[in-house]
């Protein structure tokens, strides 16, 4: 099996020219890290001329070798990038694919250019612009409501990472003792998080919407929308990473995006945005939209895929108040 290494560039160059992805002109002049990745083992191929994206993904998390995860993510991946390659109102908002090896979970797409993702906000320094808010709800338009089933089949079912991500949403935050000290995120973390650990009513009703997000639905979710996944280019807003895709509940999506307005403290009125902005937003179950915002808030508090949010214990407990209220419909 073929393993994508940053120090071995000619065995690298030997391959992509093997499956015609580098001319046989072409050399690798350099192999950098194009961002900080949590899942994939990514590399950005510079040739002198060109570059482009490798990624592959292996039997476990690149950030928590630990945790394992399905090793054909990818190709999952590369499949959604293959149909929403259709539509140009989608399309235009992320990389291109240029190729995939499914026997090595190995994709190659189209490089961005130099670009920064908002993980800034997390700093509560840095602010949304209402125009970029806005150009991340359109990306959601295109992608709910160009990709509608009518009939619920198995296509980008996911159904094997789906499963590592609702362990990881809705149930590993909310155990009392899951091996994970979150002193060691923030001195007193650990005593903020456990009475919702043993809150029974708040966790009957988080296990409910982890069943609807396991559960198929009509509409093509991107599945990890939040800003990790946004990238500031020279050629505006683009998504990249839709490795959690899967036809569901399209309040998902939402409620990932809502939920991290409220993790970065971004301005109240950057809300009316999402609701005035996104089509049919008064079609939406306002509960379930609610739950979702509810429980990312809430296990990225006091969950595994911590944030570097520059919060204190009196912030964060005031927004896992705030999140318990919303998942209570209280």
């Known amino acids: 099996m073929f393993i994508l290494n940053a120090n071995e560039p000619n065995e690298l160059a ?29 590399l950005r191929v510079d040739t002198g001329k060109r570059t482009f994206i490798v990624k592959q993904s292996r039997g476990y998390v690149e ?42 979970n190995v994709m190659v797409i189209e490089d961005l250019g130099n670009s920064n993702d908002f993980t800034t906000l ?5 602010f949304l612009e209402a125009d970029e808010l ?26 094997e990472l789906r499963k590592l991500n609702h362990e990881h949403i809705f ?73 959690f895709c899967y036809y569901g509940s399209r309040e998902f999506d939402l409620g990932v995006l809502i939920a991290h307005l409220y993790l970065t403290q971004q301005d109240e009125n950057l809300l009316s945005i999402v609701v005035t902005e996104y089509d049919s937003y008064t079609d939406l179950n306002l509960e379930i939209l609610n739950g979702f915002i509810g429980v990312e ?18 912030q964060k407990k005031e927004l896992l108040d705030f999140a318990r209220t919303l998942i209570l419909k209280k």
């Open 14 to 42: 030997n391959y992509l020219q093997e499956h015609q992805w580098l001319g046989l002109d072409e050399t690798v002049v350099s192999l950098s890290k194009p961002g900080e990745g949590n899942m994939n083992y990514v």
């Open 122 to 126: 997390y700093d509560l320094y840095h």
């Open 171 to 243: 149930h590993y935050p909310f155990m009392e003792a899951n091996g994970f000290d979150l002193n060691s995120v923030q001195d007193g973390l650990q005593e903020l998080a456990l009475p919702y650990k043993k809150d029974a009513t708040l966790k009957k009703q988080i296990t409910l919407l982890g069943s609807l997000y396991m559960s198929k639905g009509k509409y093509l979710l991107h599945g990890d929308y939040y800003p990790g996944s946004w990238l500031k280019t020279s050629d505006g807003i683009k998504i990249i990473d839709p490795e």
């Open 134 to 159: 806005k150009e991340l709800v359109n990306y959601l338009n295109g992608l709910h409501h160009s990709f509608q089933k009518t009939i619920l089949d198995d296509e980008l079912a996911n159904l």
């Open 297 to 314: 808030i809430m296990r990225r508090l006091i969950g595994l895929a911590q944030l570097p949010l520059q919060m204190d214990l009196k």
């Open 63 to 104: 950030k928590y070798p630990q945790v394992v995860a399905p090793e054909k993510r990818v190709v999952t991946e590369s499949a959604f990038y293959e149909k929403i390659a259709t539509k140009i109102n989608v399309q235009k908002y992320m990389p291109r694919l240029i190729g995939i090896d499914v026997e090595n």
